[in-house]
């Protein structure tokens, strides 16, 4: 019987496959065959897709290991302000945007540096005011964990006057009694959100139980849908989604029943400290999984915050803030009891953990849920690991904890200044911070992603910062590792942490034909960003994208 596919005159690299292997046959959505043209060609049929590669380089598809889709759907009608500096640009920015976005609603920019404005000023209402006085518009930063909002949106949203968003959140007050605009953590900014027409469905913190109206749910599966389109644009053929609750499980469910999602997706559960140990059965209101496309099994939890608002968890002091650590999000106990339920479950844990304090309570909620149930593969996750001490670096391997890291978050990468970051976290951490060397050192599982839309979703462009990184001072250990580590972390290294390493991240007879056929070079990424592209990509053995179309 013949294939579905070939794809020849390839070239592979042997971490991928055995030396002269040149093409593959794939049938039914999976590789059936590898070895050499003739060999490969022999199969075909009349019916068989035949595709010359022409000497491309062949890869597995990329696993993107921390992304948040919905939003990152959400963000690309948004107004981008990654490059945009100084009070002219952004000005000019806006105007154009409001010009194209007549109306009266709310209108939002998003990846704004905290340094936009200028090294020594943050923004605020009466900056935006002097843009927009009438129109509401907020600015979200770059991470996502801070906003920005004129006095009409404050006013809209009822915080001009401030409001109680609970610890680890705050709405910035000014001298004069009033909201400054700055808006920190999710709990504060989704007042704005709850502005747009999504009306916060895509906020980081939604619950995802409130009924919704069916036009709303068309509306937002597209957005779910388009940045699935994206996603295959970049090469990438699994999403490991860092933010979920039941409505995204019944919106995706949908999209992957009907077989309307060009990327698989992984889908976790987000708890905060109020639903303590008890939330973790939630996960069941996610209904049916759909096989080979929407995975759970997952429970995300926000530890801390990010540096730039001092609300990274750490475990000393901020070094210009002498006696000031931020207050973790969870408790240390209530983290400890959500740990141990959800292990006793068999659920896996993803923790945003940015702060040396909040990577060490993780490992302690780890361990603690180790002892407690019993040491088994769970391969519990820390998101981001921004900071941590030499001593954590050593826990990690013993407990089976795998690092999720994003080669686009140190400051100096991805059009990142650095400052104010770095100053705020300090020099005493700076030779462990964003180590990836050290943890591939270690044999620790790493795996890679961007967190889109916090930075841009190209994994071509994220290894290209991985390799391009430089230290942030003479003696500061150089933590880059190897374009073939790079490759392995965006493959197999995401498979294992999604526990999909037997069918995904690799090109094996019988596993999934998930392919990323790339044009250029890509050795010479660490000179140039543009050295690679992507050529095709190939999910379930169907093409999601085809840059000559």
């Not at 294939?3 to 590789?31: E, H, M, W, Y």
């Not at 140990?277 to 996610?286: A, C, K, Q, Y």
């Not at 959800?342 to 844990?349: F, L």
Request: net charge negative; aromatic share 6%; with cysteine.
């Amino acid at each position: 019987m013949s294939v579905d596919l070939c794809i020849f005159n390839v070239k592979i690299r042997s971490i991928f496959a055995p030396p002269g292997t040149t093409a593959l046959a794939i049938k039914s959505g999976q590789i059936v065959a590898r070895g050499t043209d003739a060999d490969i060609c022999a199969q075909a049929g009349t019916a068989t897709r035949m595709i010359d590669a022409q000497g491309r380089e062949l890869l597995p598809g990329f696993i993107e290991s921390h992304l948040h889709l919905f939003m990152g759907g959400a963000t690309l009608s948004m107004l981008n302000l990654t490059d945009v500096f100084g009070f002219d640009a952004l000005n000019a920015a806006f105007q154009a945007f409001i010009k194209k976005n007549p109306g009266k609603g709310i209108l939002t920019g998003f990846s704004a540096n905290y340094t936009i404005v200028g090294d020594n000023a943050r923004p605020d209402r009466h900056l935006l005011d002097r843009i927009s006085p009438n129109r509401p518009i907020c600015m979200l930063a770059v991470d996502l964990h801070c906003a920005w909002a004129n006095t009409r949106a404050l006013e809209l949203a009822g915080i001009l006057h401030g409001a109680d968003v609970g610890q680890g959140a705050e709405v910035v007050m000014g001298n004069d009694g009033l909201a400054t605009g700055e808006l920190r953590e999710f709990e504060a900014m989704r007042y704005i959100q709850n502005l747009t027409d999504l009306q916060g469905r895509d906020s980081l913190d939604n619950t995802g139980i409130e009924p919704v109206a069916e036009e709303s749910r068309a509306h937002d599966q597209a957005l779910i849908r388009r940045a699935g389109l994206y996603c295959a644009q970049h090469g990438i053929t699994s999403a490991v989604n860092m933010d979920g609750n039941p409505y995204q499980a019944g919106l995706m469910r949908d999209l992957a029943q009907a077989g309307e999602m060009p990327v698989r997706v992984s889908l976790p559960l987000k708890l905060v400290e109020k639903d303590g140990p008890e939330g973790v059965d939630r996960i069941d209101l996610f209904g049916e999984e759909v096989r080979g496309w929407l995975h759970f099994g997952r429970i995300k939890l926000f530890l801390d915050g990010v540096y730039d608002t001092w609300t990274a968890l750490t475990v000393s002091d901020y070094p210009e803030r002498a006696g000031f650590r931020s207050e973790p999000l969870i408790a240390p106990e209530v983290f400890n009891a959500i740990c141990v339920a959800a292990d006793k479950r068999g659920i896996q844990m993803a923790t945003h953990a940015v702060g040396d304090g909040a990577v060490r309570a993780t490992i302690d909620g780890y361990e603690a849920a180790q002892k407690k149930n019993g040491k088994r593969d769970s391969r519990h996750r820390i998101e981001h690991i921004d900071t941590i001490t030499s001593p954590d670096l050593d826990r990690l391997k013993p407990l089976g904890i795998v690092a999720s890291m994003q080669p686009v978050h140190p400051p100096g990468s991805a059009g990142l200044p650095l400052e104010p970051t770095t100053t705020i976290m300090g020099r005493g951490r700076w030779d462990t911070a964003f180590p990836w060397r050290m943890i591939r050192d270690r044999d620790i599982p790493l795996a890679f992603g961007t967190d889109w839309p916090v930075s841009p979703l190209s994994p071509l462009y994220a290894i290209h910062c991985a390799l391009a990184r430089k230290p942030w001072g003479p003696d500061t250990p150089d933590q880059r590792i190897s374009l073939e580590e790079c490759l392995l972390a965006y493959t197999t290294g995401g498979a294992y942490a999604d526990f999909t390493e037997d069918c995904r991240g690799a090109l094996q007879e019988g596993f999934v034909a998930d392919l990323v056929l790339i044009d250029g070079s890509l050795d010479d990424l660490a000179q140039d960003k543009d050295a690679a592209r992507i050529s095709l990509t190939i999910c379930d053995g169907k093409i999601t994208h085809d840059a000559e179309l």
